[in-house]
């Protein structure tokens, strides 16, 4: 069921299914929710620090593999059956140990709640819960497996399928809320920028810092998003407050601090995963955004909790 893919330099052999062109949404309780992205894949990378919008969740399982998590400044392990949600700007950085890649459903969620609207017991629960982690208890596994052969085969009534699915994989995770004692961490609510395009747009920029930090490009990016360079450096401006060059130095150095972490990578291989042509520049770059060398940062972490 799930291919897999060729990418990089080297063409390595990755698994990874990614639905992002889902055309259809579902409501619990009266409120509209809109699954944007759907994906499963072994994380061979370190997903930089980062945070969603207002109304944003993303639900993560980890079927196999091990990792670290670090979530508004604390550091998990993660390991098979870990089950995690990262809500509306809970800032959060992911990446697998050496030989040992996670391998991970992730599940993105955009909830469009009406101004005035009230939530029901069960809403309620899911949206003030914007960090949660623990151990699965619900059988959300077979869930997911159950999802991508809905959205693989795609036989008649499908849609409806997928949408019964996710309804239940709100469901389990508010169960999972109750029933485990997950860490809790409170995020402030804020608006969103906008709405329907504009939230793609969002989608688009995300992604393009997440997964190809190594390769950033102001003019690649605006391209994507089908605007002018100098119109992505004012929708950056809006969205982040932040310029191309702080968003790339940011993406970048956030994937290095979470790919410190693992011991077992040199500093260089470091500064080659991240792009950098050498270990001088790494290093340089490194110095000019954290105050200290890789050596010293790398020195100075706390062990996971």
Known sequence: ???????????????????????????????????????????????????????????????????????????????????????????????????APMQEYCIYLQLKRPKGKALSPLLNAFCSTPFWLGQDTQGIYTLMQLLFSELERRGIGWQN???????????????????????????????????????????VIEKYFLFEYQNLSLKELARRLSLSPRQTQRLLMSYYNKSFQEKKAEARMSAAAILLGDKKRTVSSVAEALGYSSLEHFSTAFRRYYGMSPRDYRKNMREPQ
């Open 1 to 99: 069921m799930i291919m897999p893919e060729t990418y990089g330099k080297r063409c390595k052999i990755i698994m990874k299914t990614a639905y992002s062109d889902i055309d259809t949404h579902f409501t619990i309780d009266g409120i509209c929710i809109q699954p944007t992205n759907i994906v499963f894949e072994e994380l061979t990378t370190a997903i930089p620090s980062h945070s969603h919008g207002s109304g944003c969740y993303e639900i993560h399982y980890i079927g196999g593999g091990q990792g670290r998590l670090l979530a508004n400044g604390r550091c998990y392990d993660i390991m098979p059956n870990t089950l995690y949600v990262t809500g509306p700007h809970v800032e959060h950085a992911q990446s697998s140990l050496a030989g």
């Open 161 to 203: 399928q997928v949408t019964l699915l996710l309804s239940q994989l709100v469901i389990y995770m508010v169960r999972n809320y109750r029933g485990e004692a997950g860490a809790q961490l409170q995020a402030a609510v804020q608006e969103s920028p906008g709405a329907g395009s504009a939230a793609h747009k969002s989608i």
